[in-house]
Antibody, heavy 126, light 111 residues
Framework: EVQLVESGGGLVQPGGSLRLSCAASGFTFNNYAMSWVRQAPGKGLEWVSTISGSGGSTYYADSVKGRFTISRDNSKNTLYLQMNSLRAEDTAVYYC???????????????????WGIGTTVTVSS | QSALTQAASVSGSPGQSITISCTGTSSDVGGSNYVSWYQQHPGKAPKLMIYDVSNRPSGVSNRFSGSKSGNTASLTISGLQAEDEADYYC???????????FGGGTKLTVL
């Protein structure tokens, strides 16, 4: 069974840091790009970041660029999101997602997201 | 403000058909065959319902169909059932600086 399980969420103070993890199983992890998508309370979906299957290419939303770092360990079938300088507006459920698309000339041509984790909640508050 | 525009809500009675629209620009919906749709029940993760404008993943009911005309994509649900009540989001490739855009979501109520 194809499965994604996130962990690492919690309560953190503004300006703090948190690292999310996502354990993948049931598919050949390094064959797929992976993404993080978040959803603030009562709001819609927001794409956060994508990493290529090899980990050599990364992409970020403007709202997190310079503060968040996406990475992966293909030997452990695990995706990460390091979140620094957290703000109240980063409060959301964070979903780990298997992404379909191609990378050409360093640009990520996104197609769709076909497998979603159950999400982990991040709350930024003092 | 979301890059793709969706109506906030839509409703229909059991057995009826409804259509949810998703309007973008020539830089996203209009310039791409990579529009996807996601269903999200309260407290649950989103689920892929349509990809590449009109394709259904294995296991998704054929009551769900997708189409596109110009800068507007549409999701049609026929034979509405109570279990279809959920939020629906469109998403598209975009040639802008960020490669992925979502719509603001449409809440479907089955009366």
């Amino acid at each position: 069974e194809v499965q994604l399980v996130e962990s690492g969420g919690g309560l953190v103070q503004p300006g703090g840091s948190l690292r999310l993890s996502c354990a993948a199983s049931g598919f050949t992890f390094n064959n797929y790009a992976m993404s993080w998508v978040r959803q603030a309370p009562g709001k819609g979906l927001e794409w956060v970041s994508t990493i290529s299957g090899s980990g050599g290419s990364t992409y970020y939303a403007d709202s997190v660029k310079g503060r968040f770092t996406i990475s992966r360990d293909n030997s452990k079938n695990t995706l990460y999101l390091q979140m620094n300088s957290l703000r109240a507006e980063d409060t959301a459920v964070y979903y780990c997602v298997r992404s379909r698309g191609v990378i050409m000339n360093s640009y990520y041509y996104y197609y769709y997201m076909d497998v979603w984790g159950i999400g982990t909640t991040v709350t930024v508050s003092s | 403000q979301s890059a793709l525009t969706q109506a906030a809500s839509v409703s229909g009675s059991p057995g009826q058909s409804i259509t949810i629209s998703c309007t973008g620009t020539s830089s996203d919906v209009g310039g791409s065959n990579y529009v996807s749709w996601y269903q999200q029940h309260p407290g649950k993760a989103p689920k892929l319902m349509i990809y590449d404008v009109s394709n259904r993943p294995s296991g998704v009911s054929n009551r769900f169909s997708g189409s596109k005309s110009g800068n507007t994509a549409s999701l049609t649900i026929s034979g509405l059932q109570a279990e279809d009540e959920a939020d629906y989001y469109c998403s598209s490739y975009t040639s802008s600086s960020t490669p992925v855009v979502f719509g603001g979501g449409t809440k479907l109520t089955v009366l």
